[in-house]
């Protein structure tokens, strides 16, 4: 037996960064860019107005008030989009919209509120100051600026950043892609009901869906009978198809076991028992010439979602030019004790009972065997116990690590009324009122 260190650590320096490509924005969104990202232009790109209403020098309006207001004669309208280039006549006024490029020789906007809106003159109660509502070129982003450096990963916001600076496309580490097999003669397609010997192959949209949660892009081969040929088929066609390649079932001492029969022979995998529940019979290699990466995964359900977890995850990760781990283990306090597996590290089903306590505070969320789903879709959390523990004990503090991608110490569960009592919460008001529409 290894431990989950060796088999990991085996992982992580088996698989590298995917090479970069240029890829549009539009088609960039969850990549790691790879090359500094310089902003063509400044932003705002031209002096603009932050205000619908009027433009003009600070110094014609600043005696302006209620009782004596100031009145100018109006040039014209500049609206967002005109590209003419204006200049404004001491003593004159233009109407100008919000966004649109202020003319040479203007110093301030006074809002449309602070004026009697008129088109030909204005008349004007409180002048602005100097510089006011003016938004000035280069304030956000200075041209030439690296904006976004290598290693950043685009979300909404940097996409809109390096869209913004005048980017169509950048040069990023591509979402790797990965493809879930799913093996064993008693599997049926999701949606049948089962018959005696048969069980939906559930593992495969979970799988995906993981792989999926994590940012990448996932398909999924379903029900490949146990026959050697067969597996060693599917995989063949899937090398050139794929970054990642993730089989679960067949690995552990079955006669029938055919990813482990037909990897034995391909490629590097090598099948280890690693001191783990779930999750023992473990197998990685890489295949064909692309050398891709093979993880098998073993068949119980659960087992596959923690080495998922585990494995899995840290390395696609890696592949895509992030952390292997994005967020550190939270300490949890378990509130009753529980009693395991002695010399592995368990991954144990828990759930979170209070946010609020410092440390959060956990228990075992039902059933712990490897087959058992309910217990696994209840849980918010997996809780670490070392291989030297045999017995949790209530209070004892364990490392949890979040499912699906969350950080166990977010909130899991909807607040109650007395959380978002006094706080400003807007989902809390849509629910409201979606509810007394209903
Ligand atoms: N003699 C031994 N038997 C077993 C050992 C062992 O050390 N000696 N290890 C056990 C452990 S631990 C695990 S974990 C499993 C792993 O088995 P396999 O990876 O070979 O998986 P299968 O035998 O194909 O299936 C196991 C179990 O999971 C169900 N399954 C399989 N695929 C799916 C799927 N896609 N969706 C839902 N459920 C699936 C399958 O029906 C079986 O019930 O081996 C133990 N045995
Ligand atoms: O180690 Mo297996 O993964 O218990 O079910």
Redesign the pocket.
């Known amino acids: 037996m290894i431990g989950v260190e060796e088999h990991l650590s085996r992982i992580l320096s088996t698989v590298g960064v995917l090479p970069p490509t240029r890829r549009s924005l539009d088609n960039a969104q969850g990549c790691v860019l790879a090359e500094d990202l310089r902003s063509r232009v400044s932003l705002p790109g031209f002096d603009n107005s932050a205000m619908d209403g009027y433009v003009l020098l600070a110094s014609d309006t600043e005696r302006a008030t209620e009782k004596f207001p100031v009145r100018l004669p109006v040039d014209g309208d500049i609206a967002a989009g005109d590209t003419t280039r204006r200049r404004l006549r001491p003593g004159h006024a233009f109407r100008i919209m919000t966004g649109a490029p202020v003319p040479e020789g203007a110093d301030a906007v006074v809002p449309v509120e602070q004026t009697d809106a008129g088109v030909e003159r204005v008349t004007i109660y409180q002048g602005p100051g100097h510089g006011a509502h003016i938004r000035p070129q280069g304030e956000d982003v200075r041209q030439g600026q690296v904006v976004l450096r290598a290693g950043t990963r685009l979300g909404p916001r940097q996409l809109a950043l390096a869209a913004a600076v005048g980017h169509g496309d950048a040069l990023v580490v591509p979402l790797p892609r990965v493809v879930v097999v ?3 003669d ?2 049926i397609a999701p949606g049948s009901v089962p018959g005696f010997g048969e ?6 949209p979970m799988l995906a869906a993981a792989a999926r949660d994590l940012g990448v892009v996932a398909s999924r081969i379903g029900g490949v009978a146990d026959e050697p040929e067969t597996v060693a088929r599917v995989l063949r066609q899937q090398l050139s198809r794929v970054d990642a390649i993730v089989t ?7 006669a029938y ?1 055919a990813v482990k029969a037909v990897l034995s022979q391909l490629g590097t995998v090598q099948f280890d ?1 690693v001191a783990m529940q ?4 473990q197998g990685f290699g890489v295949l064909g010439e692309e050398e891709i990466p093979v993880f098998t995964l ?4 659960v ?1 596959s979602l923690v080495s998922f977890e585990v494995f899995v995850a840290p390395a696609l990760r890696r592949m895509a030019g992030r952390a292997p781990f994005e967020s550190a283990p939270v300490v949890a306090r378990v509130e009753e004790g529980f009693r395991s597996p002695a010399a592995k590290t368990q991954f144990a089903r828990v759930v979170v009972t209070s946010h609020d306590a410092e440390p959060l505070r956990v228990r075992l969320a039902g059933g712990q065997g ?2 058992v789903l309910g217990s696994l879709a209840e849980a918010h959390a997996l809780a670490v116990v070392p291989p030297d523990v045999a017995q949790v004990e209530a209070g004892d503090e364990l490392l949890v690590l979040g499912l699906d991608g969350t950080n166990p110490g977010d909130r899991t569960h909807a607040a109650t009324a007395g959380e978002t009592a006094g706080r400003p919460w807007f989902g809390a008001a849509a629910v409201a009122a979606a509810g007394s529409a209903g």
């Open positions: 799913s093996t064993g008693e599997l069980v939906v192959d559930s593992n495969g679960t079932g067949g690995v552990s001492m079955g076991d028992r779930p999750g023992k019979p073993p068949g119980n359900p087992s490897s087959h």
